[in-house]
């Protein structure tokens, strides 16, 4: 794929940043890469690997000339940063951001930007536990999705611009509505952390009155906890908040769902178990036949760590 981009400029400098760092490079996607991060050290880090063209110091030095502006900060920071931003950036220009939460972001990003730029959220579904510059790997995209939420009215170039943007990083691309973006995300990624980061928290309290049991003799899906509940806790702990209603809803649900296999275990029901149990095992299927993980030991991911 040939270049879509002159410069493109990265606020925040973590894993999805490198990430579309190294794949743009990969595909040749644009002719400079410019980025900035809040701290010094994160900055030095990108400068002393190379990570993009030209480390600033500031965002509004990082957007200068910047033909696609892409916000990988938390959430919650999302609104200071555009602010700063906003009177740097280029006419034309299309601003993008990678929270994993929508419709906060366009309440904080769009009333600060200006007319003459193209602002069109998205959201890669893709990540590890990892994090900081020296975290990322081109191929971490590669048939992963990425959903984009565009507002009423986006410019249809633009669109199309970064739809092909997102597929050369190896992307598949999918345009959904914020508010339903946010509720499937619940589902598939926000309430499986939350419920990640409560599992570990009870095995904690638990490991002090075992002596480390806990950790000693960990099994595969307690490994598995762990490695989500390892994930930035600055970033998750904006995910919450800013998709507070969707969460819940789902956490109430799933409280539902915890209460029926709580009586079914209580009255010794193994025709229920065995029949939930085996209608998920289905849906575990159907994501590995979608290309979205692997059936293979340890889901391929020892091999991923490995090439990282």
Request: proline fraction near 4%; charged fraction near 20%.
């Amino acid at each position: 794929m040939s270049r879509l981009y002159n410069r493109v400029a990265f606020i925040g400098l973590g894993l999805i940043a490198s990430s579309m760092a190294h794949a743009i490079r990969r595909a040749g996607l644009a002719d400079s890469l410019t980025g900035t991060a809040r701290s010094a050290q994160t900055r030095a880090t990108a400068d002393e690997i190379g990570l993009v063209n030209l480390v600033c110091d500031t965002a509004a030095e990082a957007v200068c000339g910047a033909d696609l502006v892409v916000l990988c900060v938390p959430v919650g920071a999302m609104e200071a940063v555009a602010r700063e931003i906003a009177p740097h950036l280029a006419p034309g220009a299309t601003v993008t951001d990678v929270g994993s939460v929508k419709q906060a972001v366009i309440a904080a990003v769009g009333p600060h930007l200006p007319d003459t730029v193209h602002f069109i959220p998205g959201h890669p579904l893709a990540g590890t536990e990892h994090s900081g510059p020296r975290s990322g790997f081109a191929e971490l995209f590669d048939n992963r999705w990425c959903i984009l939420t565009p507002l009423e009215g986006a410019e249809a170039d633009a669109l199309h611009r970064l739809t092909q943007f997102w597929q050369g990083l190896g992307a598949n691309v999918d345009l959904m509505d914020a508010a339903h973006h946010d509720l499937v995300l619940a589902v598939t990624s926000h309430t499986p952390h939350l419920i990640a980061y409560t599992m570990v928290g009870v095995a904690d309290d638990l490991r002090r009155v075992t002596d480390s049991e806990v950790i000693k003799y960990s099994a595969a899906g307690f490994r598995d906890f762990t490695r989500i509940a390892a994930s930035d806790p600055t970033m998750w702990r904006d995910v919450f908040l800013t998709n507070k209603d969707a969460t819940l809803e789902i956490l109430g649900r799933f409280t539902e769902e915890l209460f029926v296999l709580q009586r079914a275990i209580r009255q010794g029901d193994g025709d229920l178990l065995h029949d939930y149990f085996s209608r998920t095992r289905a849906i575990r299927r159907g994501i590995v036949e979608a290309g979205q993980d692997t059936d293979a030991p340890d889901f391929g991911r020892a091999k991923t760590r490995a090439a990282q």
